[in-house]
């Protein structure tokens, strides 16, 4: 069975600053995607950015980027001067070909202004 | 907001009593989710549907069914609730052409 694992429940990062959010995960398929999403007080769950496995260019979006090292099965978060609009819950999340999302119990952020 | 529409927003219910979530879509996408979000555990996969009367189930479906008999509403069923079933519930669809899920806004239902 595939897991995922998140192993900071809080991070903080001061405003304009560099913070990494962790995450690795357990799987014997060789096709998959990654997934992180961000869950703000409004409890909106909003996708931040994606992988796909079959590619090794780690995907960027703006001031977020991954860190995917799939021999590793490690899937890291980067974010780029923080803002306060990024404080929020970070998941997680897997998927194979089935595309039953498997998530991680998530990460805290707290920005520090 | 992905056209994703759960009902109710919040629901207080009593122990014993059944409750039925709404689960409702705009664009007729074959793949629908329910999870539900506990502290400490993420989300958690409660049912998901690939199709009309085509579901199956995720690791936590003890307590819970669901139906599908059309494209745009996906319920879920707590028989009879019980306090552990205190959460957040969220429905969630991947379109075609999509490998990521979308998520409706949740559901809190607490169980007294």
């Known amino acids: 069975a595939q897991t995922v694992t998140q192993s900071q429940p809080e991070m903080s990062v001061q405003e304009a600053e560099t913070v990494t959010l962790s995450c690795t995960y357990d799987?014997?398929?060789?096709?998959?995607?990654l997934f992180w999403y961000k869950q703000p007080p409004s409890r909106q769950m909003i996708l931040v950015i994606r992988?796909?496995?079959?590619?090794?260019q780690n995907a960027t979006e703006n001031r977020f980027s991954v860190n995917f090292q799939k021999a590793a099965k490690s899937f890291s978060l980067k974010i780029s001067d923080s803002q306060l609009g990024d404080a929020a819950m970070y998941f997680c999340?897997?998927?194979?070909?089935?595309?039953?999302?498997?998530f991680g119990t998530g990460t805290r952020l707290k920005v520090l202004a | 907001d992905a056209g994703i529409t759960q009902s109710p927003r919040h629901k207080v219910t009593e122990t014993g009593t059944p409750v039925t979530l709404r689960c409702h879509q705009t664009?007729?996408?074959?793949?629908m989710y329910w999870y539900r979000q506990d502290p400490g555990h993420g989300l958690r996969l409660i049912h998901y549907?690939?199709?009309?009367?085509?579901?199956d189930k995720g690791e936590v479906s003890d307590g819970y069914s669901v139906s599908r008999s059309k494209t745009e509403d996906f319920l879920l069923t707590l028989e009879s609730a019980t306090s552990s079933q205190t959460s957040v519930y969220f429905c969630?669809?991947?379109?075609?052409?999509?490998?990521?899920?979308?998520f409706g806004q949740g559901t809190r239902l607490t169980v007294v």
């Open positions: 969630a669809i991947r379109p075609g052409g999509h490998t990521e899920a979308f």
């Open positions: 799987t014997s398929e060789s096709d998959y995607y």
């Open positions: 992988q796909e496995a079959y590619k090794q």
């Open positions: 999340a897997f998927a194979s070909g089935t595309y039953k999302y498997i």
């Open positions: 664009e007729n996408h074959r793949y």
């Open positions: 549907s690939y199709g009309v009367k085509d579901t």
